[in-house]
């Protein structure tokens, strides 16, 4: 599947508490501004194909979180989801974007939602592609005693950064990993994925981009009540996206859907948790026809 519009999108970065955070632009700057947001280990080409389509007619901005893509790596593992709201804050000041209609996947979308229900009159509209905290780590989050989660993070921590990235041989080589990883892409995703989600090392071997100290959960983060509240205080339109192959289950069941203002919750069959690759048409269908009714 061909990328149009690709030419249109320029590479540019702001400043976030001392951080240097890349985004991509994809200009028709007088429209209607559109922020998507990959998850955890991903980066902004993620949304290439998704983008070069919404471009036409929104302000489309995709950017890479922090720890992730081109933007940089935090010193001292500054991963906590107060760190990426701030980001989120400063992306949206410093362009001008507000009321801003968010597109966000799995972590992306968790840090949409906290954005949003810290600010709801910055927000037009959402769609959260399985970005809620699942009901059971909430559960753990709210009961977890304090000593156990600070040991965790501290032995995962000594952990990580004694293990850097595994090294691929060759590009083909990180790109069946990727294919691995989501058996649902096809071969032209998985390698447009990779290229762009990887970087070449100085022996000619290939590393994934992102921090490898992105895999230690942070101790003191938000807990499961923190985002019940936060999904409260939103007052725009949410559409909870989920792929019923995904590990995540039904929002419209487990009733998380139940704490938000406007909720619709959208199933998608033969999907994983990268529906908007697995399933693109209708997942661009759905979100073309909620962005126009708003």
């Given at each position: 599947m061909s990328i149009d519009n690709a030419a249109r999108a320029a590479s540019k970065f702001i400043e976030s508490t001392r951080l240097r955070l890349h985004y991509r632009d994809w200009g028709n700057i007088e429209a209607p501004p559109l922020l998507l947001v990959h998850g955890g280990f991903d980066h902004c080409r993620s949304w290439d194909w998704a983008a070069s389509q919404l471009c036409n007619d929104y302000r489309v901005i995709t950017p890479d979180l922090r720890?992730?893509?081109?933007?940089?790596?935090?010193?001292?593992?500054?991963?906590?989801?107060?760190?990426?709201?701030?980001?989120?804050?400063?992306?949206?000041?410093?362009?001008?974007?507000?009321?801003?209609?968010?597109?966000?996947?799995?972590?992306?979308?968790?840090?949409?939602?906290?954005?949003?229900?810290?600010?709801?009159?910055?927000?037009?509209?959402?769609?959260?592609?399985?970005?809620?905290?699942?009901?059971?780590?909430?559960?753990?989050?709210?009961?977890?005693?304090?000593?156990?989660?600070?040991?965790?993070?501290?032995?995962?921590?000594?952990?990580?950064v004694k293990r850097p990235h595994r090294r691929y041989a060759s590009q083909e080589e990180a790109i069946k990993r990727m294919h691995e990883a989501n058996s649902h892409l096809t071969e032209t995703y998985a390698r447009h994925l990779a290229i762009h989600g990887?970087?070449?090392?100085?022996?000619?071997?290939?590393?994934?981009?992102?921090?490898?100290?992105?895999?230690?959960?942070?101790?003191?983060?938000?807990?499961?009540?923190?985002?019940?509240?936060?999904?409260?205080?939103?007052?725009?339109?949410?559409?909870?996206?989920?792929?019923?192959?995904?590990?995540?289950?039904?929002?419209?069941?487990?009733?998380?859907?139940?704490?938000?203002?406007?909720?619709e919750v959208m199933n998608f069959a033969d999907a994983g948790h990268w529906l908007h690759h697995d399933q693109f048409d209708l997942f661009m269908a759905a979100v073309t026809g909620v962005l126009k009714t708003q």
């Open positions: 720890g992730h893509g081109d933007s940089e790596w935090s010193g001292g593992n500054a991963y906590s989801m107060a760190d990426y709201v701030c980001d989120m804050a400063e992306l949206i000041d410093q362009l001008a974007l507000s009321p801003v209609s968010i597109i966000g996947h799995s972590l992306g979308g968790a840090i949409t939602l906290k954005y949003a229900g810290a600010f709801p009159e910055k927000v037009k509209q959402l769609v959260i592609i399985e970005g809620l905290v699942p009901p059971q780590k909430m559960q753990e989050e709210n009961e977890a005693p304090p000593a156990q989660k600070l040991a965790r993070w501290v032995k995962q921590m000594q952990r990580f990887s970087r070449q090392n100085e022996d000619g071997s290939y590393s994934w981009k992102f921090d490898p100290l992105l895999r230690a959960h942070q101790p003191f983060d938000m807990n499961g009540r923190d985002s019940q509240q936060l999904w409260q205080n939103i007052d725009c339109p949410v559409l909870l996206m989920r792929g019923e192959d995904s590990w995540a289950s039904d929002p419209a069941k487990d009733g998380r859907a139940a704490y938000f203002q406007q909720a």
